[in-house]
Every structure is written in structure tokens, then in C-alpha cells.
Nanobody
């Protein structure tokens, strides 16, 4: 049974930082691209960042480029998202997700992922 468990969310002031982590179990972690998505109230789930299974590449949404950094540790089955210079518009529930096969397009869409975590709330106050 695949489990993805996010942690690290919370309340932070604008300009601050948070580090989200996702612990994976029940899958061969190194075979999966790992991504982060977010969903704000009343909005669709949107792509944030993804890293390939051997850390060969990473993609970011334009809205977070230069502020967020994705990383993964295949030995520990974890993927992290370092979020700096946070803005109120970053407020959302953040989800970790895993994709075993993908295209350049699907890896940036929620439908391209096979497994999801339960999410962790990030709130940025102005």
C-alpha cells in the first residue's frame, strides 16, 4: 500500500520560509518522479514543482521559480520543498505526488500522477 505523508506546513508571515517534507512508503521510490502541487480554496489543484527519479531535472511553476526548491533523498524515500520569500498568494494545501510514467506535459498536470498524499496546509499572512 503506497503512502505519501506530508509534513512541515504552518502559518508564516509574508517573506518568511517553510520547508515541506514528504515521506513515501510502499513503492520503489527511486522509480518515481516526485512532485508538489497546491490547491487554494475555490481553485483547481495546480502544479508547483517536480523532480525526476535520479534528480536529473526539476521543473517549477513560473509563480514559484527562484523562490522554491525541490529536492529528494532516494536513500530516505523523502522529497522536500524549500519555500522562501513566501507570499500570501502561496497560501494553499500542498500535496506531494508520485508519477511512475509521464510525459513532458503530464508531469505538470495533476492527472499525470498515480499516488497522492493527504496534504499539508500552508498559510502566509500579509
Amino acid at each position: 500500500q503506497v503512502q505519501l505523508v506530508e509534513s512541515g506546513g504552518g502559518l508564516v508571515q509574508a517573506g518568511g520560509s517553510l520547508r515541506l517534507s514528504c515521506a513515501a512508503s510502499g513503492l520503489t521510490f527511486s522509480n518515481y518522479a516526485m512532485g508538489w502541487f497546491r490547491q487554494a480554496p475555490g481553485k483547481e489543484r495546480e502544479f508547483v514543482a517536480v523532480m525526476s527519479w535520479i534528480c536529473a531535472w526539476a521543473y517549477y511553476a513560473d509563480s514559484v521559480k527562484g523562490r522554491f526548491t525541490i529536492s529528494r533523498d532516494n536513500a530516505k524515500n523523502t522529497v522536500s520543498l524549500q519555500m522562501n520569500s513566501l507570499k500570501p498568494e502561496d497560501t494553499a494545501v500542498y500535496y506531494c505526488a508520485a508519477a511512475s510514467s509521464y510525459s513532458d506535459y503530464s508531469i505538470r498536470t495533476a492527472g499525470g500522477y498515480h499516488h497522492w498524499g493527504q496534504g499539508t496546509q500552508v498559510t502566509v499572512s500579509s
